[in-house]
C-alpha cells in the first residue's frame, strides 16, 4: 500500500523524536534501530525508506535540533549582555554554553562523539550548521576590530569557541581533572576576561 507524502513526513517525524529521546536519556551508545522503527510503526529495514543515510542521517537530524537549541541560548545570552563591554559579552555567552552543556549533557555529547560509518564526511549542510554558531562570536570582533579580513575573523571566532568549548568540556568529564559547577564558571571568566583585553590590544596596534 503506497502512503501519502504527508504521512511520510509523519513517520519521518515519530522516528526524530524517538530518537531525540532516546539521545536524550541514554545518549549515541542507547540509540537503537528497532525501537525507533517501532515507534514509528514500521520495520527496522524500512527506516532507510525515509532515511538514506540511515541511522547517521536519524542522529545528524537530532543533532541539527540540538544546535538550533544552543544557537538560541546563545543568541538570548547575547541579547542579555548587549551595549555591556565585549569581556561581559563572552562571558555572558560563555557561561550559556556551560549551562547548556549541563542541562542537555547527552544531546551535547551527542554533537561531538558521533563518528559517520566507515568514515564517511560530515554533510556540508550540517557543517554549516555548526559554523553558524560562530557569528555570536565574530559579531563583536567586526565591533571590535574593523580591520580585520572575514577569514581572519572567522577562524578567529573559532579559536575562542573552541577556548571555551575545551574549559566546559574538560571541566565537566568526570576524570581527574572535573571540576564543580562554579569553579568552571570562574575559570570561564578570566579566559573571557583575558582574551577581550587581548583582543582589544590588538585592535589598537592595528589601528
Same mark, same amino acid.
Given at each position: 500500500m503506497r502512503i501519502s507524502n504527508e504521512e511520510k513526513e509523519q513517520i519521518v517525524a515519530r522516528i526524530i523524536d524517538s530518537?531525540?529521546?532516546?539521545?536524550?536519556?541514554?545518549?549515541?551508545?542507547g540509540l537503537n534501530l528497532r525501537s525507533l522503527a517501532s515507534d514509528a510503526g514500521i520495520k527496522p529495514a524500512s527506516l532507510y525508506n525515509h532515511f538514506k543515510g540511515g541511522l547517521d542521517e536519524v542522529i545528524l537530524r537530532v543533532n541539527s535540533r540540538t544546535i538550533k537549541m544552543l544557537d538560541q541560548s546563545l543568541a538570548?545570552? /547575547?541579547? #542579555?549582555?548587549?551595549?555591556?563591554?565585549? @569581556?561581559?559579552?563572552?562571558?555572558? *555567552? +560563555?557561561?550559556?554554553?556551560?549551562?547548556? /552543556?549541563? #542541562?542537555?549533557?547527552?544531546?551535547?555529547? @551527542?554533537?561531538?562523539?558521533?563518528? *559517520? +560509518?566507515?568514515?564517511?564526511?560530515?554533510?556540508?549542510?550540517?557543517?554549516?550548521?555548526?559554523?553558524?554558531?560562530?557569528?555570536?562570536?565574530?559579531?563583536?570582533?567586526a565591533a571590535m576590530n574593523p580591520n580585520l579580513g572575514e577569514d581572519e575573523r572567522r577562524i578567529l571566532a573559532r579559536t575562542i569557541y573552541s577556548s571555551v568549548h575545551g574549559i566546559v568540556h574538560l571541566g565537566r568529564q568526570g576524570r581527574l581533572i572535573a571540576l564543580p559547577v562554579p569553579v568552571i564558571e570562574q575559570q570561564l571568566g578570566v579566559i573571557t576576561q583575558v582574551l577581550a583585553d587581548g583582543l582589544s590590544a590588538f585592535a589598537a596596534k592595528l589601528s
Open positions: 530518537a531525540e529521546r532516546q539521545i536524550a536519556a541514554t545518549g549515541l551508545s538570548r545570552a /547575547a541579547k #542579555k549582555a548587549d551595549g555591556e563591554p565585549v @569581556a561581559v559579552l563572552f562571558d555572558s *555567552m +560563555a557561561v550559556a554554553y556551560l549551562h547548556f /552543556a549541563i #542541562k542537555h549533557e547527552k544531546r551535547f555529547a @551527542a554533537l561531538f562523539e558521533h563518528r *559517520m +560509518a566507515n568514515d564517511a564526511p560530515i554533510p556540508e549542510w550540517h557543517l554549516q550548521e555548526h559554523y553558524n554558531l560562530f557569528r555570536h562570536v565574530e559579531r563583536p570582533l
